[in-house]
């Protein structure tokens, strides 16, 4: 049995959470769900990006002090997360105690190691990305991420970090370890930066003083990236030995807009402190509509709540994984045209394909079985099965879980298909007319249950509400077989349960 720490970026405390957001937790979510059901011991890790100087700016924007507009946001964002069947073991927030020790020990020790010393520095610094920014990165003097917003000009003494020093340990760590830095789009891209050559970076702000104290001085705070990204090592209990029980983690999942503080600080940081580096960072890509923000589109419902209330959590998570590659963006146009595949792929493929799969496969074992699930020769559809999921588990083990859950989508057809060309009610007509024999019917209806357990814990990652409703509709106890065990409980499978339909129909 293997062991999965895994972790998302965490979410700034500054505004409300979105579509993008979801986007990344669900498919973190996916990833832990999937190594559960192959027998890992996993732990998930989500949170929330608490300091920095947009959240104090925020906070007075709307008459508020900065601890009560984090802990409203934490709240809001972990309510979507639990509503949406996020499986999170912890919610790490960088307010915590737990965090800031952490932090001051890891800074510590990259003092230790003579990595930072005092500078002054002078430039742009834009609050939205919590950055400076070189000049010529500027477009119209403004942050070319966030063109609506004013950048400032900024002089300060800081305590630098020496990241120049680590251009070429982590050109060699790239080069040795392939699955460092995925998609390979996102490696390349960071090696390109190396070799461009890295500068010393700010590793303290002055004059903000919602932070965390940098350790021996006055009145400077940690550099929010470098506190948030700490937050990896907090949440499993660093400094203390105990983090060694879940370090290195085994995958960091985070936005492409982040993997430069992801593939180079956050390595070189550890490098420093003598810490081993992750396994493996993931930099997925962007969901946008109109090229910006889904829960900005002008008009129609697509704010996250309502996306999620319009076919339910599972769906929405399908619609997302399914729709969006995990290694690649999605604009999904106007939002008519986002509301219009959500409702396709709703209706078509849960509602029709797998829905009504189910409710045909419990209806005839009711029929002509009395309920009871056969066991049954082999059939085309047996094979079929056996090709979905070694499809399935060579996609979710690349990390592609739009073909993870693609292969489980395509088993589904294949065995609508198999319905209509073994027509069991003529093999049933056969027995009762012709007196032929109970095999033939047997095998069909056997496979059939087995090609839908089998969907129900390919979908898991997908659909966890939806699919475990499935199982038990098969007659299967709580929980959902891991992998392991799939064969045998599907084989203990006595009688269907059957019950109310899966997906409702939803022409809306
Ligand atoms: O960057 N599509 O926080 P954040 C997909 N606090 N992913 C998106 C997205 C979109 N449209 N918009 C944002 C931060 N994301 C820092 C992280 S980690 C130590 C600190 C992703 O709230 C984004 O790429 O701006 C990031 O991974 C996550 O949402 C949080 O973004």
Known sequence: MGHFYITTAIDYANGEPHAGHAFEKIGADAIARYRRLRGDRVHFVIGMDEHGQSIPQEAA????EPAE????LAGRFRAVWD????????????????HARAVTALVERVREAGDLYMGTYEGWYCVRCEAFRAEDELVDGRCPLHPDREIAWTEEDNWFFRLSRFRDPLLAHIEAHPDFIRPESRRNEIVRLLEGGLEDVSASRSRIPWGIPFPGTEDHTVYVWLDALTNYLSAIGFPDDAYREWWPADLHVIGKDITRFHCVIWPAMLLSAGIELPR?????GFVSVEGGKISKSAGARLELEALVER????AFRYFMLRETPWDGDRDFGSPARLLASFDERYNAELANDLGNLLNRVVAMV?????????????????????????????????????????AALDLVREANGFV????????????????????ALDASLGSLVRALAATAVMLTPFLPGKSRTLWEQLGGEEPVPS??????????LTGVAGGAVLFPRDDA
């Open 61 to 64: 924007r709307r008459g508020i």
């Open 69 to 72: 507009l984090v802990d409203e």
């Open 83 to 98: 509503s949406l069947g996020v499986s999170y073991d912890d919610f790490i927030r960088t307010t915590q105690p737990r």
């Open 280 to 284: 493996s960072v993931w930099g997925h």
């Open 311 to 314: 076919h339910g959590p599972d």
């Open 366 to 406: 009711r029929k002509y079985r009395e309920g009871r699930v056969p066991a049954g020769d082999d059939t085309e559809l047996d094979e079929a099965r056996r090709g979905a999921l070694s499809g399935y588990h060579a996609s979710m083990e690349a990390l592609l879980l739009h073909r993870g859950a693609q």
């Open 420 to 439: 209509d060309r073994s027509r069991p009610w003529d093999l049933a007509r056969a027995e009762r007319d012709e007196g032929a024999g109970q095999g």
């Open 483 to 492: 992998f392991d065990a799939l064969e045998d409980r599907t084989a203990g």
